[in-house]
């Protein structure tokens, strides 16, 4: 019976210990977070010139459908 106790008290610290130094799930929740972070700094940062770029990119889309449409 002591025999018994002692292996599962010793498969409770393995798994114990495995379940604080597993930082897989974290490391990926950080990166995501740092990410984010970044895309948003740099949307903001570029606001106007990707508003620009943005409309530039509708207009030219609109004209041509608009002479593909008309068979120009």
Do not use: C, P, Y
């Amino acid at each position: 019976m002591l025999q018994r106790l002692d292996f599962w008290l010793f498969v409770a610290k393995h798994r114990l210990r495995e379940f604080w130094t597993d930082e897989d799930g974290e490391v990926s929740i950080v990166t995501m977070v740092v990410l984010i972070g970044i895309a948003v700094l740099l949307a903001i940062v570029f606001r106007d010139q990707i508003t620009k770029l943005i409309k530039s990119l509708l207009d030219t889309i609109t004209k041509n459908a608009t002479k593909a449409v008309n068979g120009e």
